[in-house]
């Protein structure tokens, strides 16, 4: 019976390559809030001025578009040097000022923003922890509702990299191949939902491209920039024939409630 029930849980582990989750969002809430914290007190805020503007518009339509209901957040913070940008489960977003002169304009941070936000609504966290073989003793602290407080801190610098934190909390951890895709197209989906321009996605790819190796941060964890804007060009007017006439969620139910009437 022992033997059986090792196996059927290797069994799991194989799978969870497709993308198992044994998380929910609210188990990973009290780790995204905690991750949070702690990886945007590494740069001082922008509160106010004119890019502050354009990052919490971006969040609030790539929000509305990505129709979760998450307790969104969006931050931008002071760090010319740091060309990067994330997103953690349940919609924190963080975007750090060195990435603007490569999306250079709004349609090009909704492109970035859109890429991020995808990795959270993909639960691409979720899934990473649960491929990742996190040892018993952060599972059962997970399972617990504890916070990563309670880990040593190379388990939790794992745990915050495998929930998409970047910086010198976490180890830094590619999303894999799939995952990658994934974002890109959803990222796409969700910047012509909210109404920017979709072409301008590929652009900033090819921009980062054009630094070469010395080029951002965002690179070593991301596949070849030139390929995904290939991919990208191609499948951008297909993407944007099925999101014509998208709706969200909640307009529906209201639309439906009020046909019931
Ligand atoms: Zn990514």
Redesign the pocket.
């Known amino acids: 019976m022992r033997k059986f029930v090792r196996l059927s849980v290797l069994s799991l582990l194989l799978l969870s390559g497709c993308g198992l989750n044994f998380y929910t969002d609210e188990q990973l809430e009290p780790l995204s809030v905690q991750a949070y914290q702690q990886a945007t007190a590494e740069y001082p805020e922008v509160t106010s001025g004119a890019e502050y503007e354009m990052v919490q518009e971006v969040a609030r339509r790539i929000a509305a578009a990505a129709d979760e209901n998450f307790p969104w957040q969006a931050k931008l913070l002071k760090a010319d040097n740091v060309p990067n940008a994330f997103c953690l489960p349940n919609g924190r977003i963080a975007i750090y000022t060195g990435i603007l002169p490569l999306t250079k304009n709004i349609d090009g941070l909704a492109a970035v923003m859109g890429?991020?936000v995808?990795?959270a609504t993909q639960r691409h966290g979720g899934k990473r922890m649960t491929s990742n073989q996190l040892n018993g003793v952060t599972m059962a602290v997970i399972d617990a509702g504890l916070g990563s407080a309670e880990m040593e801190s190379e388990t939790r610098a794992q745990l915050m990299g495998a929930i998409g934190v970047i910086g010198q909390y976490a180890v830094t951890l590619?999303?894999s191949r799939g995952?990658?895709t994934e974002?890109?197209i959803w990222g796409i989906r969700y910047a012509i939902r909210a109404g920017f321009n979709p072409n301008e996605a590929p652009k900033v790819w090819e921009r980062m491209a054009e630094l070469g190796s010395s080029g951002p941060e965002w690179m070593s964890?991301?596949p070849d920039p030139l390929e995904r804007a290939k991919m990208l060009r191609k499948m951008i007017p297909r993407i944007v024939q099925e999101e014509k006439g998208w709706s969200p969620k909640s307009s529906k139910q209201t639309k439906s409630s009020q046909a019931g009437r």
């Open positions: 890429h991020e995808a990795h590619p999303y995952h990658e974002a890109d964890t991301h």
